[in-house]
């Protein structure tokens, strides 16, 4: 695009160079160091950072044109600076408008838990049908959607961007910038509850989504998630359901259990069975599978793009990633964490364990507000209804969840955690030999830490 239409896209005052006006932008960034010749650097304040505090090293690098919160006389004789009020909104505008001028087909992913994992799952399934473009990695909110978007070509066949929030706000925001031609809404948990409230909070702020989907386009809702289910079909006429509990007809999935390859699943899609073993721990993986599945058919994918799409999908780090070290299976989920999330990890470690020992390496789960003490009890007494012999604990409400483990009447230990490097130590002392660890909580943990340091530790012993 060029610098007067995105100056016009984000409603920006300023003069341009007519010499400059019809120029095409190399770029759009927003860190100053990653500036090359052609591009446009975005000023956004911040607690930490402020952008237009170094414009000066923008402009040495190239940027043709600076867009800013406030004036910048320093460089207004070199490059043209474009003034809006808020620097963030103006760079939804922009990807908005950008969006417009895609033929590409827009897909929206959400949901409490796994959004991630579907988003990678439905993008690999769709590149085997046509060019296919996607949000990096989890850059889902009001900066991370527009910015990757301004990255792709606009000629792609496919989009396929996930969507997250924390406030009530944030999906009407990522709606108007995304305007999805398809929206996937995998499931819903108490996640974000500071924000949004409570699981009928959690309903509706997801399935604001639907008030964007454009005309003549579908959702593609979980329908094991009643308030979810009930919140899409209320507000959006042509919403097709998925269950993997046997409520839909159409579109189902089950866990057939695992192997020495991974776990092996079972898809139905309008009465054709695709038959899949991933590298992947858990029933719970079987909903991501199947809510990828279930619009990459209805977007022209057969059942061969289906199983070769997910067999080749470049999965997140720590997300559910099992590691055989030293007699042990260590299942890294060590990405995130909310009640959702960390029950279903928690069944799923169980069942790969079997008669095996099991240990639960556990963070605090986070943004839970006022219900953050309750939530954590309810996971120690379903914890104790587990065969886990132990649980390591980071961070706060461990007395939350001790009492819901029992307060010392349950048989299993619970031990607080204090480092990384003094949990090899606590761990060998169970003197348990081989099973299944489950490393799980909110990204501010940093379970992969532990992850890290008991993998080398079992490397070591196995080797010694």
Same mark, same amino acid.
């Given at each position: 695009m060029t610098l007067a239409q995105a100056a016009a896209a984000m409603n920006a005052c300023g003069d341009?160079?007519?010499?400059?006006?019809?120029?095409?932008?190399a770029a759009v960034r927003t860190d100053s160091r990653a500036v090359r010749p052609g591009d446009l650097f975005v000023c956004l304040p911040g607690a930490k950072f402020d952008g237009h505090n170094f414009v000066?090293?923008?402009?040495?690098?190239? #940027?043709?044109?600076?867009? #800013?919160?406030?004036?910048?006389?320093?460089?207004? =004789?070199?490059?043209?600076?474009?003034?809006?009020?808020?620097?963030?909104?103006?760079?939804?505008?922009l990807g908005a408008?950008?969006?417009?001028?895609?033929?590409?087909?827009?897909? /929206?992913?959400?949901?409490?838990? +796994?959004?991630?994992?579907?988003?990678?799952?439905?993008?690999?399934?769709?590149?085997?049908? +046509?060019?296919?473009?996607?949000?990096?990695?989890?850059?889902?909110?009001?900066?991370?959607?527009?910015?990757?978007?301004?990255? !792709?070509?606009? =000629?792609?066949?496919?989009?396929?961007?996930?969507?997250?929030?924390s406030q009530p706000h944030d999906m009407n925001e990522l709606g108007a910038i995304v305007r999805p031609d398809r929206a996937v809404i995998g499931n819903i948990g108490p996640a974000h509850l500071e924000g949004l409230g409570d699981l009928d909070g959690v309903a509706r702020c997801k399935t604001d989504l639907l008030d964007f989907v454009a005309d003549g386009g579908r959702a593609y809702v979980s329908m094991d998630y009643p308030q979810l289910w009930q919140a899409a079909t209320s507000r959006f006429a042509l919403t097709v359901g998925f269950s993997t509990t046997g409520r839909s007809d159409r579109f189902s999935a089950r866990y057939l259990g695992h192997n020495e390859e991974g776990g092996?699943?079972?898809?139905?899609?309008?009465?054709?069975?695709?038959?899949?073993?991933?590298?992947?721990?858990? /029933?719970?993986?079987?909903?991501?599978?199947?809510?990828?599945?279930?619009? /990459?058919? =209805?977007?022209?994918? +057969?059942?061969?793009?289906?199983?070769?799409?997910?067999?080749?999908a470049a999965l997140p780090e720590h997300r559910s990633a099992c590691l055989p070290v030293g007699g042990w299976t260590l299942v890294d989920d060590a990405y995130n964490a909310n009640p959702l999330a960390m029950h279903r990890a928690v069944d799923s470690a169980a069942d790969m364990a079997g008669r095996a020992p099991l240990v639960l390496v556990l963070g605090a789960m986070r943004e839970l507000g006022d219900t953050a003490a309750d939530l954590h009890r309810e996971l120690g007494r379903a914890i104790a209804a587990t065969p886990a012999q132990a649980v390591f604990y980071e961070g706060e409400h461990a007395e939350d969840v001790a009492a819901g483990l029992g307060n010392g009447e349950w048989p299993?230990?619970?031990?607080?955690?204090?480092?990384?490097?003094? !949990?090899?130590?606590?761990?060998?002392?169970?003197?348990?030999?081989?099973?299944?660890v489950l490393f799980k909580g909110s990204r501010s943990t940093q379970m992969e830490r532990y992850v890290q340091s008991l993998s080398d530790w079992l490397s070591k012993e196995s080797t010694a």
């Open positions: 341009i160079d007519p010499a400059l006006q019809e120029r095409h932008i000066e090293q923008a402009v040495a690098s190239g #940027a043709i044109a600076v867009l #800013a919160e406030r004036p910048l006389p320093e460089i207004m =004789d070199r490059v043209p600076v474009l003034m809006v009020t808020d620097s963030l909104a103006a760079l939804g505008r408008y950008w969006r417009s001028r895609t033929s590409a087909t827009v897909v /929206a992913v959400t949901g409490s838990a +796994g959004k991630t994992t579907v988003k990678e799952m439905l993008a690999s399934i769709l590149a085997e049908v +046509g060019e296919t473009a996607r949000n990096y990695k989890n850059f889902n909110n009001q900066l991370g959607v527009p910015m990757c978007m301004l990255d !792709f070509t606009g =000629d792609e066949r496919f989009w396929v961007l996930e969507l997250g929030i092996q699943y079972e898809l139905v899609l309008d009465g054709e069975r695709v038959d899949i073993t991933m590298p992947l721990c858990g /029933a719970y993986q079987a909903e991501n599978m199947l809510a990828a599945a279930t619009a /990459a058919h =209805d977007l022209g994918a +057969g059942p061969e793009h289906i199983a070769r799409g997910l067999r080749k299993g230990q619970f031990v607080r955690l204090s480092s990384p490097e003094a !949990f090899p130590e606590a761990f060998g002392a169970l003197g348990l030999d081989g099973g299944v």
